[in-house]
């Protein structure tokens, strides 16, 4: 049943596996935990901002949202308002937003009144946009940020597939444990166990990482390939109808009208979001997404020009295969498809793959150990930007209420500080209890300042839901600093502890 792999082939591939993956590690570490927290984005920014109104829009107040967003959105001189959008349902859960953008990268957004589309006030949830950007951009500039973490899912796909290949046995041991021996083997397992249960979601998320991320190339390719080069014609085929330059002044079309006419067309009901580029002019075009619950892809998008004319739809729902495939990238990676069970079992997945990039740099250093070549000075540095960077993740959270432009600072702030850490305390196992101790106490700090913040509202609905959730990570990082200092003097007093896996 399970064909004999030669050994040389299993060496050279595990060669491979372990020097793409110690290459990668900490860049793929920190996208799977960020993208892991960014599963319940939504969430987050209810958790930030709570109290907003509820309930599914009307059709009347789709369109009032958006005169109002373009009649108000703040445009510079020199500047040129490119977008206006307005996003229910699916993509914000309990709230309805309107945003702009404009030509020269200004953009915001503000909550809408679900029954008569005035603007309230504004969207304000910088930490769950610093999540969101971690993971899509690693906070480097765009598009070279999207571009990396493109290039880090390919790097994934390539160590699931070589993980796979260099243990010929990891399928037929998936429910293998062995207990009471070194902590390699106990860590190899459950490096090897989570690899294998969580598969599907390896290879489903790396692959849609990858995708998305070299989106641009592939409509590069694309454009060669099909089109003769014409960049426009391929991204119109990949994205659908694009505004064109015209900016003569033109009224923007009837929103319930059109509305009606799209739920005609595809018989679904429920607006996702409507968007206009180059908004109030002669080249304006409208993309209308109606949700369809029974597919993969967050639903079927109709496009319309600027008289309101109906133009094509993006076959999302009942198109080609390859129109299909490509409206559900977005929702397998970020797990968008089907409600909050999905969500929670892509962040129990997503947990399956932080804890896999932490344990596999943790084997390699145990076998060095084993082989007589211990790095103790790179086990610290391992255990620093694995706690750090989880510290990281979080910490933004307690200075981003002041100004969003602590974001950046301080995750490189915390992991900074963890490695300088790993510079005063010489003992691993030590170090690692200190970081998951600030850990517990970052998180804990959350929920006060966001109970001092929001008072009442911060423990009602999701906001309690989410602080909820902060608690038991609190509890599990805390627990664990006394677990392991136990764990320690059962070992004997002075001896130098073999350091614990950054995920334990």
């Known amino acids: 049943m399970f064909p004999k792999i030669p050994a040389g082939f299993v060496k050279a591939v595990l060669a491979g596996h372990s020097a793409l993956g110690l290459f990668f590690a900490g860049l793929i570490y920190l996208v799977c935990l960020s993208g892991t927290l960014a599963v319940f984005h939504t969430e987050t920014i209810q958790w930030e901002q709570p109290g907003a109104p509820t309930g599914r829009p009307t059709d009347a107040a789709f369109g009032v949202a958006i005169a109002q967003m373009t009649e108000q959105a703040p445009v510079a001189d020199g500047d040129e308002l490119h977008s206006v959008s307005v996003f229910a349902h699916r993509l914000q859960p309990d709230r309805t937003t309107a945003h702009y953008f404009t030509d020269g990268g200004a953009f915001g957004a503000h909550i809408v009144d679900t029954q008569t589309g005035a603007l309230l006030e504004e969207e304000h949830a910088p930490f769950a946009e610093y999540l969101s950007n971690l993971h899509i951009y690693l906070r480097l500039p765009a598009p070279w940020g999207i571009y990396l973490v493109g290039l880090i899912g390919i790097a994934m796909l390539s160590l699931v597939v070589s993980g796979i290949l260099s243990h010929p046995r990891i399928f037929r041991d998936a429910f293998h444990f062995r207990r009471g021996g070194s902590r390699r083997l106990q860590e190899a397992d459950l490096h090897n166990r989570l690899s294998v249960w969580a598969l599907p979601f390896h290879l489903t998320v790396s692959f849609t990482g990858a995708f998305l991320g070299l989106s641009f190339f592939t409509v590069g390719i694309l454009a060669f390939v099909a089109y003769d080069g014409d960049q426009d014609k391929a991204i119109a085929a990949v994205l659908g109808p694009q505004a064109t330059e015209d900016h003569t002044p033109k009224a923007v079309p009837d929103i319930p009208a059109l509305i009606a006419d799209a739920r005609e067309r595809t018989g679904l009901q429920d607006v996702n979001y409507i968007s206009i580029d180059h908004v109030g002019t002669q080249g304006q075009v409208l993309a209308l997404e109606l949700d369809s619950t029974d597919d993969l892809a967050r639903g079927e ?26 409206a559900a990238m977005a929702p397998l990676h970020f797990g968008t498809f089907s409600g909050h069970f999905v969500k929670f079992v892509w962040f129990a997945f997503g947990v399956a793959s932080t804890l896999v990039t932490a344990t596999g740099v943790s084997i390699w250093m145990a076998r060095r150990r084993e082989q007589g070549r211990p790095a103790p000075l790179w086990e610290r540095v391992w255990i620093s930007l694995a706690w750090g960077g989880a510290i990281g993740c979080f ?36 170090l690692a209890r200190l970081l998951r101790f600030a850990l517990g106490l970052v998180l804990v700090a959350m929920i006060a300042v966001n109970v001092a913040i929001n008072g009442a509202a911060a423990l009602a609905g999701v906001p309690l839901l989410v602080n909820l959730g902060l608690a038991v990570m609190a509890a599990l990082a805390l627990s664990s600093v006394v677990w392991y200092a136990k764990e320690a003097r059962t070992r004997g007093a002075g001896h130098q502890s073999a350091a614990p896996a950054p995920a334990e």
């Open 395 to 430: 910490a933004p959270a307690l200075f981003t209420p002041i100004s969003a432009a602590f974001a950046t600072p301080v995750l490189l702030l915390s992991i900074l500080a963890a490695l300088g850490a790993a510079w005063v305390v010489r003992d691993s196992a030590r």
């Open 301 to 326: 998008l109709l496009y319309y020009g600027a008289d309101g004319q109906f133009l094509e739809d993006s076959g999302a729902t009942d198109g080609s295969l390859g129109a299909q495939t490509f």
